[in-house]
């Protein structure tokens, strides 16, 4: 009962926040839409950084030289961060493609691969594409179409996970769709703090304003984003430009992943403290950051107290079958004996927001159904997934240990 | 956006949220009161059929044999109520006032259902096998947990056996006044098979063992009667 009146406030806040989310996308989806002539196609250059990706960056280079783009407006920098694999030897293969520059380097981590680029490139609009992705047809003209407005100074993709196998895979693909609905809403806030590495868009002239790339605990394209909101430049979502990128397929490689994104997102976090509730930075900074900020200790305290009450029911589990031996256990329809706490409603209630937040982004993403079973396996699942890393992250910031993006990829490359 | 404006929508999302919350809150305890009521209904019934056999005992002068069937019934809902009851004490605490106040009447029930159960074997020639149950939930009855689970193993193997299980701590008379008589130890979990006081769990061959040889076996075989409840 203790745990219960502990975790209300904590509930009480995710429910604020998804219904505030929801009214905003409603907001934002009535809202009349601004539109802008757009005389001619930008040019593009997008940067394919790569550290030991021999058997995905083929795939990325050929999706770019696929997009329907105009091919004298787009370039494509493929840029080697001292691959130790086969990576070399693939972008060999594009030596002399018209459209295709390849960037050899010593190892430096992935923003010293995007600097390199940024360096180099000469075009209206430069863009990152991870060598793990790759990109619909259509993704470029539907972003390029968002840049016709003068204040647009990012756009962000709807990122799909690619053919996902496996529990965790499936898990994230519904986590995925998730994203593409807060990407869109908070694109309406003016509040997104992420470019996702996979193809997100600038014009050049940020980095001219803001400098390059920074390490930024290696999310890199975190921190980009939060220096661009605190100069007050607009980040924009595209919901119709579809990326696709392979997701990590175990615990294992996931569980660092996210150690990764969420211990860049704390160490950020402290970079920019003085966005969190400063009302120059609107909701971002009076309620997005802060509720970000704050949500990474309630899922791990949620979490403890699941554990703790599996925990107690295991024990006494255990104990009944040490005296009786085991049996099925008795189950009854009566709805006396139905667990009618509020805590359990309101977990039902933050489900169900859940849900319809996750059913909404399949929509904007162009799925044909609302929902899927993937759904079901990340509300049963992510609780319990999640967790973890954000422990794990927050212990990491205390102790200040950093993982590097190419060791995060090797450590894949081994397991998976 | 106006800042009023945006305003205006963090409070609206707080009103939508304050509202589902209360909602929430106030379907819970719409419940639980309603759990409340159903277990006091519960009560009152039991309560009416035993002042009625009670009655029947005081018109006819003697056990109405015949109407054995009345008193395994009442068992029956006597089991029935200890579960439910035992479900509402995990869920509020055996210190919520409501529970204390349904637990003294349903031991207070018990205790009659023990001594009719007594009256019709002595009248009508039966041979119930009783254990009295005697249980702690103020932590110094580390074993009162194992004790419960063997209980409800043989009251569903052993359909004849009447269990009733008691909170040593519970203040009420009748329930002193059994334990007086029955000279019950504070040595618990405690148990009166049959008449006969044994303490402490170790085993469910030993509980088996604490029990009048072959009474068992023939209770798996008799005609199913309802026991109360065994609970921690």
Redesign the interface.
Known sequence: ?QADWFMYPLL?LS??FE??VL??FL?GWRAPKASHTQDALPSVTVFVPCYNEEHTVARTIDSLLALDYPKELLAVFAINDGSTDGTAAVLARYAGHPQVTVFEKENGGKHTALNLGLAHATTEIVGCLDADSFVAPDALREMARCFADPTVMSATPAIKVHEPKGVVARVQHAEYAMSAFVRRTFAWLEALFITPGPFSLFRREVFLKLGPYRSAYNTEDMEVALRMQREGMRIENVPTAHVFTTAPSTYASLYRQRVRWTYGFLKNARDYRDMFLNPRY??LGM?ILPLGLFTVFPSIFLMAFSVADAAGNAV?AA??I???GF?APHFSLDW???D???IV??ML?IIVLATVTIAIGRKLMGERHALHPNVVLYLLLYGFMAPFWLARASYNVIASRERTWSSEIDARRKRD | MHPSAKGRKYLLAFALSAAIFGTIIYASNYFESQRMAELRAIEDQISIDTLSLDTQFSLLEHAPCEDTVQGTELSHELNDLGSRLSYTESRLGSTDPEVVRLKQQYTLLEIRDYLITKQLAAACGAKPVTVLYFYSNSGDCADCDKAGYALSYLHDNYPGLKVYSFDYHLAIGALTTLITLDKVKDDLPAFIIDGAPHYGFTSLADLEAAFPKGTLSALATSTATATTNTKK
């Open positions: 009962m009480f429910l604020y219904v505030f009214l905003s907001e609107g909701t309620f006494d104990r009944r040490s005296v009786v049996s006396f004996y139905l009618t706490r509020a409603f309101l209630a």
